[in-house]
């Protein structure tokens, strides 16, 4: 079945670039039925989602993550990924990627990351 | 921005009905559905539009949305039943979450 893996730094200064890539497994993320999405949920807090992308390239943003967010797909490594700027301690929280069909519900998701911004 | 209200907080005692609320303007309107997390783990689909069960999800989930108002319901809630669950709907072409409910079976 369809499995997704989050990789990246577990520790990211303040004001730099945090980035992250889900690895899908037992799936393609060519397929035109489904969106790939990053949500993350800060310490204490709920579930926030970041953005979405399609296999065409196409996205779409958190607005009021927007303009720091950046998220993109590599169809030839089976894999999506995110880029979040100028991050503060705010940004701290464990990231998913998950996997919805159409404007529908999350149905698979990642085992999540826990990214600390801190110097 | 669209905004989904759930209760911080709902407790049940083993064996009785739980049920939590997820308010939104018009949400009736659009699908709702909900997850299940569990401390350390990822969040678990328990109902989609609406009142949809994935395979593998007890029977005793169930699922409502009218009006304002969707509802979670858990019949004979058992104690591995607790965990924080959210609600989510789509607005146009963004994804909302409610702010998460801590259940609590005591």
């Known amino acids: 079945q369809v499995q997704l893996q989050e990789s990246g730094p577990g520790l990211v200064k303040p004001s730099e670039t945090l980035s992250l890539t889900c690895i899908v497994s037992?799936?393609?993320?060519?397929?035109?039925?489904?969106?790939w999405s990053w949500i993350r949920r800060p310490p204490g807090k709920g579930l926030e989602w970041i953005g979405y992308?399609?296999?065409?390239?196409?996205?779409n943003y958190n607005p009021s993550l927007e303009r720091r967010v950046t998220i993109s797909i590599d169809t030839s490594k089976n894999q999506f990924s995110l880029k979040l700027s100028s991050v503060t301690a705010a940004d701290t929280a464990v990231y998913y990627c998950?996997?919805?069909?159409?404007?529908?519900?999350?149905?698979?998701w990642g085992q999540g990351t826990m990214v600390t911004v801190s110097s | 921005s669209y905004e989904l209200t759930q209760p911080p907080s709902v407790s049940v005692s083993p064996g009785q009905t739980a049920s939590i609320t997820c308010s939104g303007d018009?949400?009736?309107?659009?699908?709702a559905c909900w997850y299940q997390q569990k401390p350390g783990q990822s969040p678990v689909l328990v109902i989609y539009?609406?009142?949809k069960r994935p395979s593998g999800i007890p029977e005793r989930f169930s699922g409502s949305n009218s009006g304002k108002t969707a509802t979670l319901t858990i019949s004979g809630t058992q104690a591995m039943d607790e965990a924080d669950y959210y609600c989510?709907?789509?607005?146009?072409?963004?994804?909302?979450f409610g702010g998460g409910t801590k259940l609590t079976v005591l």
């Open positions: 992308i399609y296999y065409t390239g196409s996205t």
């Open positions: 989510q709907a789509w607005d146009s072409s963004t994804v909302v």
């Open positions: 998950a996997r919805a069909v159409t404007r529908d519900a999350f149905n698979i």
């Open positions: 037992g799936g393609s993320v060519s397929s035109g039925s489904y969106s």
């Open positions: 539009r609406d009142n």
């Open positions: 018009k949400l009736g309107d659009k699908y």
